[in-house]
């Protein structure tokens, strides 16, 4: 079973920039694909950002496409979201998901945007 640890939340200004980091406990990283979901009170989680397994395919939410890049280095097992430009609407708890037959989720990462 993956486990998933996510770092690098925070409170930051709108327009600043955060970067979140998943680190991924299984060997067999490399066969996942990696996802970015977030989640607000009162609503369901949503999907952000995907990588495929060797990093060549990449799909955003409409909400976020110019502003985040989700990367991966297989090496390190880590995920990664670079966020630029966040907006107060970005404010939510975020979720890695390594994805697979199943799907396995970290704890979350609190991030939280000021206007």
């Known amino acids: 079973q993956v486990q998933l640890v996510e770092s690098g939340g925070g409170l930051v200004q709108a327009g600043g920039s955060l970067r979140l980091s998943c680190a991924a406990s299984?060997?067999?990283?490399?066969?996942?694909?990696m996802g970015w979901f977030r989640q607000t009170p009162g609503k369901e989680r949503a999907f952000v950002a995907r990588?495929?397994?060797?990093?060549?395919?990449?799909n955003y939410a409409d909400s976020v496409k110019g502003r985040f890049t989700i990367s991966r280095d297989n090496a390190k097992n880590t995920v990664y979201l670079q966020m630029n430009n966040l907006k107060s609407e970005d404010t939510a708890v975020y979720y890695c998901a390594a994805i697979n037959e199943r799907v396995y989720w970290g704890q979350g990462t609190q991030v939280t945007v000021s206007s």
């Open positions: 990588i495929s397994a060797n990093g060549g395919s990449k």
């Open positions: 299984d060997r067999t990283f490399s066969s996942y694909a």
